[in-house]
């Protein structure tokens, strides 16, 4: 076995670690989601979170991490949708962001 095969099998082996994590980062994403707006009376729209960016960040440690922002939409009646999002560094979430108008908070 050469390296180019070697360097194959762990593209292969990294492609659905990946696509488990980011299942596993998502689910705690919605969840983050629902408890900011279930905590501010207000309606996650669509229950889901969108991914919108991608890239590494290091953590308190120094050790580099997937860092993902989502976004979702929310509202306060349900006739108005306003863009929320999360940041996410590996399974911890960093900062969730509801854009809250004044008089809502």
Do not use: H
């Not at 099998?9 to 919605?30: C, F, H, Q, T, Y």
């Not at 969840?31 to 309606?43: G, I, Q, T």
């Not at 922002?69 to 009646?77: K, R």
Request: glycine residues 8%.
């Amino acid at each position: 076995m050469d390296l180019l095969d070697l360097l194959g099998l762990l593209l292969l082996g990294a492609i659905p670690w990946l696509w488990l994590d980011s299942l596993k980062a998502r689910e705690m994403a919605v969840a983050a989601a629902k408890s900011a707006c279930n905590s501010e009376r207000l309606l996650l729209l669509d229950d889901t979170v969108a991914i919108q960016r991608v890239g590494l960040a290091r953590d308190d440690d120094g050790v580099s991490r997937l860092r993902r922002v989502y976004g979702f939409e929310y509202s306060d009646t349900g006739n108005d949708r306003t863009a929320g999002s999360i940041v996410m560094l590996g399974s911890r979430v960093l900062v969730i962001n509801l854009n809250l108008p004044d008089a809502l908070q």
